[in-house]
């Protein structure tokens, strides 16, 4: 499957590769080390579908946004798309998600 | 202050955004930095949700430090977020709301008396029964007699009795006076329901999940979105 995953960093820059912002993971930049700093700051990691299975941010504490495919850039191969997943620190999963009661479809009283 | 859902439906939109100030929790709306040439977003005040961008997702730090990393902090951007909050007995996070213990019965299910009740208006609020005759059943507030009761107009279905217990918040979708603003609590992170209704920042009122004291919320879209019209 072809996809924009760089798994070995870039030397062929252009001028125009070079002078584009980046807002992210810096160019030249391995994912997996840069995932690994935004865990470490426990902000909010997003992934695409592609880049799911390379990196387990359950490893670092974190759980994933299973209500809701997300909007956003993934941080590991900054692909734009309309559903990627999120994953949260658990300490913010449970501020920002919240626990929800489990129904198990059963009607309550 | 947690993600209730989408008016819309849809997916939720992250972004991450640059810090004109820290913000130290996750779940609590972030403006626009208009106060910074540095910023891109700044955690909201108290009473203000002016321009917000939407609720922060994490936590970041700002620093003018020289660093390998900037900043940042994911923000969920949809102007159709329901943010689902809880209701604070006060300004600080957690405090759990007043009882209304009846001290005085009320035949015709319409008035709330006690000297709880405080000094807050909460004309165009919700009371609803925790304990009682009347144990889940709500009704907005038409009346507020300063420390001494809370009135209703539509009666609740059964008489009012002494040591009945009732909460009140300053909410409802009555269109008026509760159903357009609120505060938060110290930390941004819940919402003050000890407050004249009215007062405090612009939201729009979805709904309410009225249960016990610390238990409770209140359901709205922040209607000042940076991403909707220019202002309110």
Known sequence: MSHAQVLAPRHDWTLADKVREVFGRPRGRLPGSYLDDVATQRQCIILCPQCEGKYRPRRRGYRVWREYLVGGKCDACRAQGPRNVAWMAEEHHACVIGARPVRRGRWAL | ????????????????????????????????????????????????FADTWGLAVDTGTYTTTQAATEGVVTVCINPDLIVRALLSGGATEGTALQALITTSASAGGTTITDADVGTATSVAGTCWCASGNNVGQSRIITTFNSAVSIVVTVPFPRAIATTDTYHQCPFSRNGSAGSGNAQTTTLFTQVDASIVAGTGGEVAIVDLELNGASDSYVLFVLADHALKVVTV
């Open chain 2, 1 to 48: 202050m947690q993600i209730g859902g989408f008016l819309g439906g849809g997916a939720p939109v992250l972004k991450k955004f640059k810090l004109g100030a820290s913000v130290a929790n996750a779940g609590i709306p972030v403006i626009v930095d208009a106060s910074n040439d540095f910023g891109e977003c700044i955690p909201c005040t108290t009473t203000s």
